[in-house]
């Protein structure tokens, strides 16, 4: 999860640096786990104000200073704007990895409940798991 989280932050603070960036994010609010509050907040603000200025962002959360913290840690990184693209297409693979590893998982465990209670055999078991696997490149 560290690296999702890396990617997440390399992609805010990119923005931070570029705010032009914005009219190129292909990114939903849904791929951001860790730090989906900053990424609303620094939507809203653009949206306002067409850009990021640490002042007109102070300027409308006064009394959110760890906010502020934050927004000024992430300026702090450098990760490289050129490379922007890559960093929201890899963030958008691993979330769909991710969530095709939840939807396995959530299978397996119906069938080892089934398998539990007795709904299939140990057979069935190890065929519908195999068959999962096999289909993993279709699940989307």
Not at 5 to 18: G, R, T, W
Not at 57 to 73: A, F, G, P, T
Request: charged share 35%.
């Amino acid at each position: 999860m560290n690296k999702y989280n890396d990617l997440e932050m390399a992609i805010l603070s990119c923005l931070l640096q570029k705010p032009e960036l914005m009219n190129q994010v292909k990114l939903e609010d849904k791929h951001f786990l860790k730090h989906k509050r900053v990424w609303l907040f620094l939507k809203s603000i653009y949206k306002k104000f067409g850009t990021f200025d640490i002042i007109l962002m102070n300027s409308v959360c006064k009394n959110k200073l760890q906010m502020m913290e934050y927004i000024i840690w992430l300026l702090e990184l450098e990760p490289a704007p050129s490379l922007f693209d890559k960093y929201q297409q890899q963030l958008i693979d691993l979330y769909n990895e991710e969530e095709k590893d939840k939807f396995i998982i959530e299978k397996i465990f119906k069938y080892a409940n089934d398998l539990y209670v007795r709904n299939m055999s140990v057979q069935d078991f190890k065929n519908k798991v195999d068959e999962l696997y096999k289909r993993k490149e279709e699940i989307k």
